[in-house]
């Protein structure tokens, strides 16, 4: 606690390196200058040196806080002047320095001081008391305007009572005590409590009080500090209320300062990103930005709930590892009491797995609607044909060969969407970082294509770092297997390339080949994002692809390749984490 008064001065063991005014008066020196460089004791009579120099040394070994101590000063125009100087240790010029209060008690000599003290005293922002000890049940000997104000009770109605009379019925127990406890022991002490006006409202105090002593052994005073922090107690207690919500949610939550810097996470969004609370205050949501937004976006956020104004949009964010999520986000500016922003609250939701169940909804219905149902009006047709009772054979042949290419083609339909099923079930099962060894899933291709040549520029870079490494594999089968399965050149060629540089947020993986290249139509439904007619099973092998590849926080594209094919690149977090 650093302590409230009308006059102070700092030092460092006893030799001052700053008096204010006020100070200057009270001792009757002619310049600030003047007190700079005096030791302490130089200006406290000698009676009171052994007391003070403990009180100092006992600061600035932080055995306590704050300590108080009555003592007499001798000033330039030789006069006496009794004060209680509060001691505790403050930063001041960047150290550690000890700051003393200074609060005269009784004026032996000069009635303009006595003016100067009482005005001052009693503009300060909080309540200021004197309790004195040695009578009957510690009474009130002095209270400042502030306390006054601050209780409504009037100076008359206030000295001469133990302080306690401003309790009451919904006081705790526990902080009275407490203030017990410390006033027997002689030790200072900070409490808070609920305090009643008089009008009957309750305030919540902010109690501080500090021993004041003549010399090492005996207490002549107690000195008081009462801060109304009703405004902070109702924020805290707003803010626990709003924490235990938001904790209960499995939206992120987040709560900056109006300059942006974060204040508070969910656990919610401790999981969402990988950081944890510790890591994410005290720097900005900047740590979660991806590169999928332009700065006009930023700057029209900022635009918005600078101008207290709620923001709402979805974008692209990144995980710590570098993965990229998409999230729903609604940024609310909170005002204070005189109207200015005190915090801004975001809430985000993840959609990326909404978006990626939409558009799985989307495939399948496209499927079972259109395709199959064009396989089976064909089959039907064909078997009609079938009836008739003069068919010729060659006939009859062609239609059960166009029934067995309808089969076929369902059946392959019937496999791929099973793999959609198993992108689901392994999304949900494995989420550690594992080693991918692309060297030997190429040999392994090898062997399973063996009229390809499948080859790999891995150089030594050929082991990366993937959040699910089943699922990925199930993306780079289902690009291997398009290239051999539509391949029109003998051997097909398929060049599995990995770049991994250092210190890229990124890793790519491309599979290249030399077949007739993807069709437009199919990778425009990726680009896209919406499913348009899907001609053959090969679209939803590419959705698989896509599917997975965004689970995994990363991207997926389709270039031509030189002379010909296609080039599949995926590009995926790095897994290293990022610094704040
Ligand atoms: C200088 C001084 C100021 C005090 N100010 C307050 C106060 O503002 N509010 C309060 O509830 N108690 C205050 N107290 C504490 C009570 O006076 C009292 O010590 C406390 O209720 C515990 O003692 P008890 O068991 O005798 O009541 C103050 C005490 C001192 C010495």
Known sequence: MSVVSESFLVHSDMEITYVDPTFCTFVGADSQERLIGVTLTDIVLPDYHAALSEQVERIENKDVPTLGLSVTFQTFTDHHQRAIVVSSLIEWDGIEQ??????????????????????????????????????????????????????????????????????????????????????EAKEPVTVTLRNYRKDGSMFWNRVTIVPIRSDSRTVTNWLGYQEDITAEKRYEQDLSLFK???????????????????????????QMTGYTATEATGVTPRIIKSDQQDQEFYTALWDRITAGEVWE???????????????????????????????????????????????????????????????????????????????????????????????????????????????????????????FDIQTLVEAYQQQYPNAKITSTTGNVGEIQVRNTELFKKAIDEAVENAVKHADQVPPEVTITVENEPDAERVRVTVADNGPGIPELERQ??????????????????????????????????????????VVTFQLPAGRSKGK
Request: glycine share 8%; charged share 25%.
């Open 98 to 183: 000890v700051q003393t209060a200074v609060f005269p008690v009784r004026n032996a000599d000069s009635e303009g001081y006595q003016q100067l003290h009482n005005q001052a005293m009693d503009e300060a922002p909080v309540g200021i008391t004197i309790a004195d000890p040695s009578k009957p049940d510690s009474p009130l000997i002095y209270v400042n305007d502030g306390f006054c104000e601050l209780t409504g009770y009037p100076r008359g109605e206030s000295i001469g009572q133990n302080c306690r009379f401003l309790q009451g019925e919904s006081t705790r127990e526990e902080p009275v005590a407490k203030m017990r406890t410390a006033i």
């Open 244 to 270: 235990a919500q938001a904790e209960g949610t499995d939206k992120a939550v987040v709560i900056t300062d109006p300059e942006g810097t974060i204040e508070y996470v969910n656990s919610a969004f401790e």
């Open 313 to 435: 949009a979805e974008l692209t964010n990144q995980t710590k590892h570098g993965e990229l999520f998409e999230v729903k986000q609604k940024i609310i500016p909170v005002t204070g009491q005189d109207s200015d922003i005190t915090h801004f609250v975001g809430i985000e939701q993840d959609v990326t797995e909404k978006l990626l169940t939409t558009q799985t909804l989307g495939v399948l219905n496209r499927v079972l609607r259109h395709n199959l149902r064009n396989s089976l009006n064909v089959i039907d047709g064909h078997a009609e044909l079938l009836e008739t009772e003069d068919l010729d054979p060659e006939a009859r042949n062609a239609s059960l060969a166009a029934i067995r290419d309808q089969t076929a083609s369902m059946k392959k339909i019937s496999e791929k969407t099973a793999e959609i099923r198993a992108i689901w079930d392994l999304t949900e099962n494995h989420r550690s970082w594992d080693r």
């Open 525 to 566: 439904i990726i680009e896209s994002g919406e499913e348009t007619q899907l001609s053959h099973s090969l679209g939803i092998g590419l959705w698989v692809m896509e599917w997975i590849t965004k689970t995994l926080g990363g991207e997926l594209t389709i270039t031509d390749n030189e002379p010909r094919g296609s």
